[in-house]
């Protein structure tokens, strides 16, 4: 008995959609959630077309695909997909003629996707893990689908047919989780590293920092749950609800340094060239479908978005670094890069958001592209959201502040001297704390500094 | 009875130094630690009761069990959350039955030291900040070891701020302890070590550098003798006279009590005692009669060396273990010690007139 895929409706109407055009054939992505019983797919994605061919190109044979189009393309939707949702594998939509060769081709796509998606992944695959990869065939002129799956560890596996059956909310019943985590990393460069590159530097500190988050103890909703206890335990289920809806968990991350963990009766002295500090605090999700979520993979799921989304940023990063590099800021004493913020969109239809990131200078204009090029799906610019505000702009808003009630107190005690009446003094402390309110209620600092 | 609370885990210290004269190190340092005080004051600090699902927030009165764990509540109410695993279970209602002096046996309630890495405050979009200059880093991991004795009707309230402060306590100490021993850039790791004075059933923790020998500590030691007002007759802070907690298993991997590991032989007609330290030379003793012959094995194996009368090995405890575990082992043991009691005697007789 092979797999079973319960494929969104949409899905669906989407590889209709696109096997009506007049192309020999199409490639894509399919986007979902691998769960020990079945899986689930909420998106069919296009490959998109090259810049220097037209919507029209048509390749005339399979040995046409571009290989490494498609993993570049896969590796960036792996980033725009949040915990738990991940590139569940390939479809190639083709004509008669050419599907005697699909699935040869299927085979090759998904397993290059695969390493393409893993490749730069700071965490490795769990024992019991699912790793059974999907390639679907669709003819363009029967609309029949040909489902099967490969063991993307086992290079040599051969296909397992696998059952794909349409369902209207697969993309509907989702829990997320959501946490914001504090980063602080340091990084000491010794001597003989500190002239290596600081992509490679970054990545050994992000390195330590992902297996401190794996050994972490993850609290959801403020109580620890055993593993393999379903995450919805307890809960009353609300089957007469039909609106698509997302039961939010609030997960707090918890790290524990073990008493012993080094031997040395001195601390450790490393004479250094440099450093690194990676400062800030990261917002993750991850979703889980609710057709009995286990405690284990809701946990995962979240885990490997924290790692994901921060190593993600560094790569992004370090390839705007290459393509816009200065040359002489290398040898500068301080470097400051800030790095994109997240930001989550909806997707049509779903209760699922997606997410891209987005340096201070990019606009929302920027992203709906991005969204429209990477996942062929059209974002509103309202449905963009940033919750994020800059570090230096934290930093800004505590030094106004700061400045703010100094300067009330000078005031105050002034006024103390100059009149020495008690009551003038309460009146004006009342005068200064309305000044400071009317000041601060605009930019939104009042609630964020008096809670 | 009072209840012990036990805090581990160990704290980060890390910090750069531009210059490595004595002074700037201390600067440093003096710096680092009231970073360290204030992230102990913060929501940052989570302590987890363990074998348990409790884990608490003592700067913000947090728990993850609200509902039954107020801040009235009487701490005691802690050990309800407790599971032991099986053998404790098995060897604390054993004990219940069998000895009931035992029954105020001091209780333990172990906590780890932990750290939250996540907050409710909005996210700040992470930066990267390199810096090209030459500097010493200066790494290590404090080894927290705090002690409480508290009693079972103290408010929940009250435990989580004596918690609080008593790891700040120790932070203190640990910073006197570095600065005290520290020369240029080598800084000691302070170890901690808990100890039950005479006429007091309260622990006194001390934090030693790690490495020097008790010998080197003399002074600090003749210190401590004077500020507890201690009689110099015996080495009370010597670190082998430190506090051996009942649930701790002993360093220097001896076998204590040799009947831990033994299985009850089933026979109606059998009697089963509980061995007494050091009571089995005397005939009034309970303990005399069954397990003297066990005991007598044990001591046996490591007396020549100390008698330097033979110059066989000492062989460990975790020997016997294995023989006594092994099929048919209880029963080959058993023949031994009947032989070997008799060798035992004469030693006995040996030592009496020479030791």
Request: glycine fraction near 4%; charge should be positive.
């Amino acid at each position: 008995m092979g797999r079973s895929y319960f494929v969104e409706e949409t899905v669906g109407q989407y590889l209709s959609n696109l096997s009506t055009k007049p192309k020999v054939f199409a490639t894509g992505l399919l986007i979902g959630q691998c769960s020990p019983q079945r899986d689930y797919v909420i998106l069919a994605v296009r490959t998109p077309p090259k810049e220097e061919q037209k919507e029209s190109y048509c390749p005339a044979k399979l040995a046409d695909i571009d290989e490494e189009w498609v993993t570049t393309h896969a590796s960036q939707v792996s980033r725009m997909l949040p915990g738990g949702l991940l590139v569940l594998g390939v479809f190639i939509i083709a004509t008669p003629e050419l599907a005697k060769d699909t699935q040869n081709a299927l085979r090759k796509l998904v397993f290059s996707v695969q390493k393409s998606v893993t490749k730069k992944r700071l965490w490795n695959f769990a024992g019991e893990e699912v790793l059974d990869r999907v390639a679907l065939q669709v003819c363009s002129t029967t609309k029949k689908l040909v489902c099967r799956t490969y063991d993307v560890q086992d290079a040599k596996s051969s296909a397992k047919p696998a059952d794909w059956k349409y369902q209207s909310d697969v993309s509907a019943f989702w829990l997320s989780l959501n946490c914001t985590v504090n980063v602080n990393i340091h990084i000491p460069l010794p001597a003989t590293s500190a002239n290596h590159e600081l992509e490679k530097n970054t990545r050994n500190g992000l390195t330590r920092w992902a297996k401190q988050i794996e050994e972490g103890v993850f609290l959801i909703n403020g109580q620890i749950k055993e593993e393999d206890a379903e995450l919805l335990e307890g809960q009353k289920k609300s089957r007469g609800n039909s609106q698509p809806s997302i039961q939010a968990f609030d997960v707090k991350v918890l790290t524990q340094l073990s008493q012993s963990s080094s031997h040395r009766s001195t601390a450790t002295v490393q004479v250094c060239r440099g450093s690194i500090n990676l400062k800030g605090a990261i917002k993750c999700r991850a979703y889980i479908h609710n057709n009995k979520p286990r405690v284990k993979d809701a946990i995962q799921a979240l885990r490997r978005d924290i790692i994901n989304t921060l190593s993600d940023r560094c790569e992004i990063l370090f390839e705007d670094l290459l393509i816009n590099e200065t040359p002489g800021k290398k040898n500068l004493k301080r470097e400051y890069h800030a790095l994109p913020q997240r930001v989550f969109a909806p997707i049509a239809g779903s209760s699922v958001t997606l997410c891209d990131y987005k340096f201070g200078d990019e606009s929302a204009g920027e992203i709906q592209e991005r969204f429209v090029e990477m996942l062929d799906q059209a974002v509103h610019a309202e449905d963009i959201h940033v919750r994020l505000r800059s570090f230096w702009f934290g930093k800004l808003n505590t030094f106004i502040l700061v400045l703010l009630s100094n300067l009330g107190v000078c005031i105050a005690f002034a006024l103390h001297d100059w009149n020495r009446s008690l009551g003038r003094v309460s009146f004006w402390l009342s005068v200064t704390a309305v000044l400071k309110y009317i000041l601060c209620k605009p930019l939104g600092l009042w609630e964020k500094n008096n809670k | 009875m009072d209840i012990l609370f036990r805090i581990r885990g160990g704290l980060d210290l890390a910090f750069q130094l531009a210059a490595t004269d004595e002074a700037s190190t201390k600067k440093a340092l003096k710096y680092v630690f009231s970073d360290l005080s204030n992230k102990l004051s913060s929501n940052v600090m989570v302590l987890r009761i363990c074998h348990s699902s409790v884990y608490i927030w003592p700067n913000s009165g947090m728990n993850t069990i609200p509902s039954e764990l107020t801040d009235d509540s009487a701490c005691k109410e802690i050990m309800r959350f407790i599971q032991y695993d099986q053998e404790a279970e098995t060897k604390r209602k054993l004990t219940k039955k069998k000895d009931k002096k035992l029954q105020d046996m001091q209780q333990v309630v172990n906590v780890d030291f932990m750290l939250e890495m996540t907050s409710p405050s909005a996210a700040l979009g992470p930066v990267i900040e390199k810096e090209n200059k030459e500097h010493h880093y200066v790494s290590m991991t404090l080894p927290v070891d705090v002690v409480v004795s508290i009693s079972p009707e103290e408010t929940w309230r009250n435990v989580q701020n004596i918690l609080v402060n008593a790891v700040h306590k120790q932070l203190t100490d640990m910073e006197r302890c570095i600065m005290k021993y520290m020369k240029a850039t080598s800084i000691m790791v302070p170890e901690q070590f808990h100890f039950m004075l005479p006429g007091t059933r309260h622990l006194v923790t001390i934090s030693y550098p790690m490495g020097v020998p008790d010998d080197q500590l003399e002074s600090y030691r003749k210190e401590l003798h004077g500020l507890f007002n201690l009689p110099s007759d015996r080495p009370y802070f010597r670190r082998a006279n430190a506090y051996h907690f009942p649930d701790e298993p002993y360093k220097d991997g001896y076998l204590r009590n040799p009947h831990v590991h033994l299985h009850p032989p089933g026979l109606e007609s059998g009697l089963v005692s509980f061995v007494q330290e050091n009571a089995y030379f005397y005939k009034q003793s309970p303990s005399y009669e069954v397990g003297c012959t066990l005991k007598k094995l044990e001591t046996l194996d490591f007396w020549p060396e100390f008698l330097s009368r033979a110059k066989a090995a000492v062989r460990r405890a975790t020997v016997f273990k294995q023989g006594v575990t092994a099929p048919w082992g209880a029963w080959r043991f058993f023949q031994g010690c009947c032989e070997m009691s008799d060798n035992l005697a004469q030693l006995d007789v040996q030592t009496q007139f020479t030791g």
